[in-house]
């Protein structure tokens, strides 16, 4: 493990790690809109819509070494971040289960395909958080949420999806 | 739970028939599944995916539903293990940790040991982590145990 990450991040990660865990210096939420900007309405119809993450060069070739996913209560699902954010929305637990997010490594190619949004949203928040180690440099242009088989009718309204990636910084 | 270095989303469909108690439905072929050493999974119901990505509504429950994985070698390393202990939401957010082996996708399978909810067409989602065989030797260091 040491010298693996040793190799990824070209210095000494031995203090950063606890038990089977790594963990980060830092930390960064990022905003994905699920909407475009000529986008009247809610996208509908069969297949799959992308929605591509903004360009964030912070994260960029940066080693992830985990990924946690916010959303807002609905019903009786409750999330762990408010439903409005400087007047946008944030996707709330119903609506995330129509989500998936696909991230790209920094080779271009396909790291973690369809990750269920739901599946990075700690269970029970707040009592038994469980933050997935998904792990590696990624690249953010290349990377998206998916909204899968949109029906016009969930997110009509302009969306955000919430994720926090735990990083260590590029050297 | 380790790094997950790879993950691919795969889904397993119950097909147009009646669903049957003690059937097998063996888990088609993804090219990015070939050639890798799986190191850990995580199974969805409805509670986590309403809708895959191929369209398929998600089974509702998994307590019905087991899941054997096979090796290249056309052994059984995991046996009919119950997918409701492979969903994060019952186990307190974890995912399962597997001794790596190098997978054979195609010869793994479902086993529906009773249909009582599930319906024709709906989809088993199986979140496979994964290393490739050609990535192993640089990564095989996190999964040795210590």
Known sequence: ?171 | MKPIVKSYLAEVNLGTGTVGAGQNINIQDYPQLRDIYITGIQVFDANQVAISPQGKTVVPTLTGITLTLMDKFNMEMIFQYPTFDLNSANVAGFYRDINPFYLQLTKSYITVLDPTGLSSNQSVMLNVFYVTAADWKKYSSIYVRK
């Open chain 1, 1 to 171: 493990m040491y010298f693996m990450l040793l190799l990824l991040t070209g210095k000494n990660t031995v203090q950063f790690m606890y038990g089977n865990n790594i963990t980060a210096p830092k930390l960064f939420r990022l905003r994905v809109p699920l909407f475009k900007t000529e986008d009247a309405a809610g996208a509908s119809g069969l297949g799959n819509v992308k929605y591509f993450f903004p360009d964030t060069p912070v994260l960029d070739k940066s080693t992830i070494v985990g990924i946690e996913a916010h959303l807002s209560t609905q019903s009786a699902l409750l999330g762990d971040i408010t439903r409005y954010e400087n007047g946008k929305q944030n996707v709330t637990v119903l609506q995330a289960q129509n989500i998936f997010v696909t991230i790209y490594g920094e080779d271009k190619t396909q790291h973690f395909a369809s990750i269920p949004l739901v599946s990075l949203f700690p269970n029970n928040a707040g009592t038994n958080k469980r933050v997935n180690a998904y792990f590696g440099k990624i690249n953010t242009a290349m990377s998206y949420c998916m909204l899968s088989n949109p029906t016009g009718t969930e997110l009509q309204d302009k969306y955000f999806v919430n994720l926090t990636f735990y990083y260590h910084p590029k050297n």
